[in-house]
């Protein structure tokens, strides 16, 4: 398989496999028991979290590990929202955001919470002047926002100082969904001065169901899940030790190697488009082209369905998505396509490909080829004119 969906998620590097498997074979301690192997457990754990903090630029103790990306998000939105409360309360996000932030912020209004979804423009970034707006009007009742850093759909990167220090003026609270960006491009809590921000481990080459919430120290914080008190009860649940070791590895590895993945990803994806354009009449290459992920591209294809696209490429073994992996299969357009002002045409002409620094180019060019040959056939399937070269929006 030629595997371009590292958006959806991301091969897990041998040395973090290597660094769990004492995990999960020779160690079966509780790290909160008091033995020699418990202690070595918790030990592992606490190594982890500097690793993970060192990635973001946070210190160790506002590093809580969770169940994963969605998890994170869950509690840090489900926290503002009891801490500023539904009466007056105000939640500022956008209409791109992931379901992770999307669902639980859908049940915040059907409680009674003023929400603002701003828009985008069509290169898929954030509406300053819009987001402004919406925090002013939050700014008296008190509440909170909530911008992802990139987007998992176009690889758009967002103007997150600038949205950041909007809520700061305004008093808000302020989340970031940073699940893609964290170790693909870089991320440091404190030149931005968020208060809590969500990252998942299986994005950058660790393993999937664990991830983190950084919560700014100083900020008050109360747990979604409540129990035994682990993670200075902060998340508590006896902890996934080799998953965290795993994502401790992962961050160590993504620190090490940021500036060498970046410049790799960066030359695949360039390298996948240009093959395209040479080869294919028609193709579009979505979204912002100077704020977006060194390693997605996502791309219509005129006169062709990407459902049909996606069928021919399984076929070839080419992975890759439709808009986001949780809307494949959907024929709707998403709601990023839609907040862009894509056509229905357009958005059900979609592809999303992600590289990630285990690609080669050898399987740049076979899977370039592998989408000609296939558009190529569909399009003789479905009929008509050929379109024009190729157009960047
Ligand atoms: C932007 C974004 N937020 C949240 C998530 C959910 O993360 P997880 O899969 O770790 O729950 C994803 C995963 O696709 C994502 O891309």
Same mark, same amino acid.
């Given at each position: 398989?030629?595997?371009?969906?590292?958006?959806?998620?991301? !091969?897990?590097?041998?040395?973090?496999?290597?660094?769990?498997?004492?995990?999960? %074979?020779?160690?079966?301690?509780?790290?909160?028991? *008091?033995?020699?192997?418990?202690? +070595?457990?918790?030990?592992? $754990?606490?190594?982890?979290?500097?690793?993970?903090?060192?990635?973001?630029?946070?210190?160790?103790? +506002?590093?809580?590990?969770? #169940?994963?990306?969605?998890?994170?998000?869950? &509690?840090?939105?489900?926290?503002?929202?009891?801490?500023?409360?539904?009466?007056? =309360?105000?939640?500022?996000?956008?209409?791109?955001? @992931? *379901?992770?932030?999307?669902?639980?912020?859908?049940?915040? +209004?059907?409680?009674?919470?003023?929400?603002?979804?701003?828009?985008?423009?069509?290169? =898929?970034?954030?509406?300053?002047?819009?987001?402004?707006?919406?925090?002013?009007?939050? /700014?008296?009742?008190?509440?909170?926002?909530?911008?992802?850093?990139?987007?998992?759909?176009?690889?758009?990167?967002?103007?997150?100082? +600038?949205?950041?220090?909007?809520?700061?003026?305004?008093?808000?609270?302020? @989340?970031?969904?940073?699940?893609?960006?964290? #170790?693909?491009?870089?991320?440091?809590?404190?030149?931005?001065?968020?208060?809590?921000?969500?990252? *998942?481990? @299986?994005?950058?080459?660790?393993?999937?169901?664990?991830?983190?919430?950084?919560?700014?120290?100083?900020?008050?914080?109360e747990p979604m899940v409540r129990g035994g008190g682990q993670e200075k009860d902060?998340?508590?649940?006896?902890?996934?030790?080799?998953?965290?070791?795993?994502?401790?590895?992962?961050?160590?590895?993504?620190?090490?190697?940021?500036?060498?993945?970046? /410049?790799?990803?960066?030359?695949?994806?360039?390298?996948?488009?240009?093959?395209?354009?040479? &080869?294919?009449?028609?193709?579009?290459?979505? #979204?912002?082209? $100077? @704020?977006?992920?060194?390693?997605?591209?996502?791309?219509?294809?005129?006169?062709?369905?990407?459902?049909?696209?996606? $069928?021919?490429?399984?076929?070839?073994?080419?992975?890759?998505?439709?808009?986001?992996?949780? &809307? %494949?299969?959907?024929?709707? !357009?998403?709601?990023?396509?839609?907040?862009? =002002?894509?056509?229905?045409?357009?958005?059900?002409?979609?592809?999303?490909?992600?590289?990630?620094?285990?690609?080669?180019?050898?399987?740049?060019? /076979?899977?370039?080829?592998?989408?000609? /040959?296939?558009?190529?056939?569909?399009?003789?399937?479905?009929? =008509?004119?050929?379109?024009?070269?190729?157009?960047?929006?």
């Amino acid at each position: 398989m030629i595997y371009l969906d590292a958006n959806a998620t991301t !091969p897990m590097l041998p040395e973090v496999v290597e660094a769990m498997m004492p995990w999960m %074979t020779e160690n079966p301690c509780n790290p909160n028991a *008091s033995y020699r192997g418990a202690k +070595e457990a918790r030990k592992a $754990i606490e190594a982890a979290r500097e690793q993970v903090a060192a990635l973001v630029g946070a210190s160790p103790d +506002e590093i809580v590990f969770t #169940g994963g990306g969605t998890e994170s998000t869950n &509690m840090a939105l489900k926290w503002l929202a009891r801490l500023v409360g539904r009466k007056t =309360g105000r939640v500022v996000t956008t209409a791109i955001e @992931h *379901s992770a932030v999307l669902k639980p912020v859908e049940t915040f +209004e059907q409680v009674g919470y003023a929400v603002d979804r701003c828009g985008v423009d069509a290169g =898929g970034r954030l509406e300053l002047d819009e987001f402004r707006k919406a925090c002013e009007a939050a /700014k008296e009742g008190g509440g909170f926002a909530s911008v992802m850093w990139a987007n998992n759909e176009t690889g758009v990167i967002q103007p997150l100082a +600038e949205a950041c220090g909007i809520a700061r003026e305004n008093g808000l609270a302020f @989340h970031t969904d940073a699940i893609q960006a964290v #170790g693909k491009i870089p991320v440091k809590v404190r030149e931005l001065a968020v208060d809590f921000l969500s990252l *998942s481990a @299986h994005k950058f080459h660790g393993p999937k169901g664990v991830g983190a919430l950084f919560v700014r120290s100083g900020c008050r914080f109360e747990p979604m899940v409540r129990g035994g008190g682990q993670e200075k009860d902060r998340r508590s649940g006896t902890e996934n030790v080799a998953g965290i070791v795993g994502m401790g590895k992962a961050a160590e590895l993504a620190m090490r190697d940021l500036d060498l993945r970046m /410049k790799a990803v960066v030359s695949l994806r360039d390298a996948f488009e240009s093959k395209l354009v040479e &080869m294919v009449q028609g193709v579009t290459v979505n #979204g912002d082209l $100077i @704020h977006r992920l060194p390693g997605t591209t996502h791309l219509s294809f005129d006169r062709c369905e990407a459902a049909g696209l996606l $069928i021919l490429l399984d076929d070839m073994e080419v992975a890759c998505s439709a808009g986001s992996a949780c &809307m %494949t299969g959907k024929q709707q !357009p998403s709601h990023v396509q839609k907040a862009m =002002g894509f056509s229905d045409a357009k958005a059900k002409s979609s592809l999303r490909f992600g590289f990630s620094a285990l690609n080669t180019m050898d399987e740049v060019e /076979k899977a370039a080829a592998c989408v000609a /040959k296939s558009v190529e056939k569909l399009r003789r399937v479905q009929g =008509g004119s050929t379109g024009p070269v190729v157009v960047y929006s």
